[in-house]
């Protein structure tokens, strides 16, 4: 049998794939030609590489470099987590190709007023009414950060949460309280699809709009639209609960709610319609430019991923 990786010839776009899967304590192959976890015994477990947006590989994996390249290749986002998926520690990032979509981001976050656009787009979406005329970026923020204050006490007071203040340490997250525990397993699902969805777009997850110097302050910025009508009413369920593993409770709810509400096909089209807010182009390829003396491959994911 040989384990040369077999590369699906048209991996789902990524609007139409499973959000995530979670996979822990087991060797990550390419064997048969089948992206596999193999666990004690031999025991083969197939994943359906070309069909998932990103892969949470939590402690006691470890994966091949066939079963990297695969992945790579077809698009699909490998992020490597603590335990429960609440920590991050890396990410093998399959975006990138897309020298335009970057160059675009960048003169957007640069230039103080595009920027201004794009964060009163992003206010507008996200609260359903237009930004306060003439208020700066630090402005805004404030005004939000008591609106999402009154939106956390308000879905504590509707699940019967007992709900002091959003309060973690990532150093210790099982000394938080359980529905800050949920809180945070919530949103790390949340940022693991967000960020896929922004590689596969061809943008940089660390060149964001409000949260800045952070690697994944754009992931932040796109999560936050989303937040309140996902993740953050799906961790008070849990937490009402009191249940005795809310991680795991938290992980599944968001898996089914990202599937039922279609999320990840929500999030490309999200992010173009909120960097159009700046009402510039793309920038097009300068005359001077030299084109590429071997013609890339053409890629068999989505436009911002690599491929060949």
Same mark, same amino acid.
């Given at each position: 049998?040989?384990?040369?990786?077999?590369? =699906?010839?048209?991996?789902?776009?990524?609007?139409?794939?499973?959000?995530?899967?979670?996979?822990?304590? &087991?060797?990550?192959?390419?064997?048969?030609?089948?992206?596999?976890?193999?666990?004690?015994?031999?025991?083969?477990?197939?994943?359906?590489?070309?069909?998932?947006?990103?892969?949470?590989?939590?402690? &006691?994996?470890?994966?091949?470099?066939?079963?990297?390249?695969?992945?790579?290749?077809? &698009?699909?986002?490998?992020?490597?987590? #603590?335990?429960?998926?609440?920590?991050?520690?890396?990410?093998?990032?399959?975006?990138?190709?897309?020298?335009?979509?970057?160059?675009?981001?960048?003169?957007?976050?640069?230039?103080?007023?595009?920027?201004?656009?794009?964060?009163?787009?992003?206010?507008?979406?996200?609260? #359903?009414? @237009? @930004?306060?005329?003439?208020?700066?970026?630090?402005?805004?923020?404030?005004?939000?950060?008591?609106?999402?204050?009154?939106?956390?006490?308000?879905?504590?007071?509707?699940?019967?949460?007992?709900?002091?203040?959003?309060?973690?340490?990532?150093?210790?997250?099982?000394?938080s309280d359980i529905p800050n525990r949920c809180m945070s397993a919530a949103t790390s699902c949340l940022y693991g699809i967000t960020e896929a969805a922004v590689l596969a777009a061809g943008y940089a997850p660390a060149m964001g709009f409000i949260h800045w110097g952070k690697p994944l302050s754009f992931v932040y910025d796109i999560a936050d639209i989303f937040k309140f009508d996902t993740v953050v009413p799906i961790a008070f369920q849990v937490a009402a609960k009191n249940p005795r593993s809310p991680d795991r409770e938290v992980r599944i709810a968001c898996r089914d709610a990202f599937r039922?509400?279609?999320?990840?096909?929500?999030?490309?089209?999200?992010?173009?319609?909120?960097?159009? @807010? &700046?009402?510039?182009?793309?920038?097009?390829?300068?005359?001077?430019?030299?084109?590429?003396?071997? =013609?890339?491959?053409?890629?068999?994911?989505?436009?911002?991923?690599?491929?060949?």
């Open positions: 049998m040989s384990d040369t990786p077999f590369l =699906p010839l048209k991996p789902i776009p990524m609007k139409d794939r499973v959000s995530m899967v979670f996979l822990k304590y &087991g060797q990550i192959d390419v064997k048969d030609g089948a992206f596999v976890l193999i666990q004690e015994d031999e025991v083969r477990t197939h994943i359906p590489v070309g069909s998932i947006a990103c892969i949470m590989l939590e402690p &006691g994996t470890r994966v091949s470099h066939a079963a990297v390249r695969l992945a790579s290749e077809v &698009g699909t986002l490998l992020v490597w987590v #603590g335990e429960a998926g609440v920590r991050l520690y890396s990410a093998g990032q399959p975006g990138g190709a897309r020298c335009d979509r970057l160059l675009y981001q960048a003169k957007l976050a640069l230039d103080d007023n595009l920027r201004l656009k794009v964060v009163r787009k992003m206010y507008e979406i996200r609260f #359903g009414e @237009a @930004a306060p005329a003439k208020r700066s970026i630090q402005q805004l923020r404030g005004i939000e950060g008591a609106r999402v204050r009154k939106t956390y006490e308000l879905l504590a007071k509707r699940y019967k949460v007992d709900w002091k203040r959003r309060n973690y340490n990532p150093n210790n997250w099982d000394a039922q509400q279609k999320t990840l096909a929500k999030i490309i089209p999200m992010i173009e319609e909120v960097l159009a @807010a &700046g009402e510039i182009k793309p920038p097009e390829m300068p005359e001077e430019s030299v084109p590429p003396a071997i =013609p890339p491959a053409q890629s068999m994911g989505d436009s911002g991923h690599r491929s060949k």
